[in-house]
């Protein structure tokens, strides 16, 4: 019965090994949500930043860090980590929210530009009891509820998100400081 489970173990890590190198292999920036890493992600968010958003719009720039990943990577592994960061960025791209581009900043930081948001509040949606949710609410929201496998294992992930507007013109770096500042307050 334990041979069974352990081959059943090597065919969920070989799926999520394929999806994480799936998501490393479009770091070019050419398909739209593509997952970018380091220094790229930061080109491309410079580059969208140059062009303003459609009227009426902006764009959110959020910061989502995963709180477990250490805990995971000294449990299972750096493999099993790096591929529930992927698994996170595919939470966010199959999400309704508009992230482009997302990737990964560094460690167990993913960053996201959230764009198509409503210029008249940093609200997109509201809670059950009708409090209105901030840009970091949902993604936090969307991230926590999804279903995470660990080394075979079902397992809640704890995230930290903060969100902060990215305005046209703006510097990647500038403004992966401030959420990150605001992050970390």
């Given amino acids: 019965m334990q041979l069974s489970a352990g081959w059943s173990e090597v065919d969920h890590l070989k799926a999520k090994v394929k999806r994480y190198e799936s998501a ?52 299972s592994g750096l493999l099993a980590a790096n591929t529930v960061l992927a698994d996170v960025i595919g939470e966010i791209q199959d999400s309704p929210l508009e992230a482009t581009p997302i990737g990964l900043v560094g460690g167990q930081s993913i960053g996201a530009l959230l764009t198509d948001m409503d210029h008249e509040s940093d609200q997109v949606a509201t809670n059950t009891d009708d ?52 992050l970390r307050s």
Avoid: C, W
């Fill in 24 to 75: 490393i292999s479009r770091k070019d920036g050419g398909v739209p949500g593509a997952l970018l890493v380091g220094d790229r992600f930061i080109q491309v968010l410079d580059q969208v930043l140059e062009s303003a958003p459609p009227p009426g719009q902006y764009r959110q720039l959020a910061l989502i860090e995963v709180n477990t990943f250490e805990d995971i990577r000294k449990s």
């Fill in 131 to 182: 409090t209105p949710l901030t840009v970091a609410d949902k993604v936090r929201l969307l991230v926590e509820e999804a279903a995470y496998t660990v080394a075979g294992l079902d397992m809640k992930l704890s995230f930290t998100v903060a969100s902060v507007r990215a305005e046209t013109g703006q510097v990647a770096l500038q403004a992966l400081g401030q959420v990150d500042h605001v």
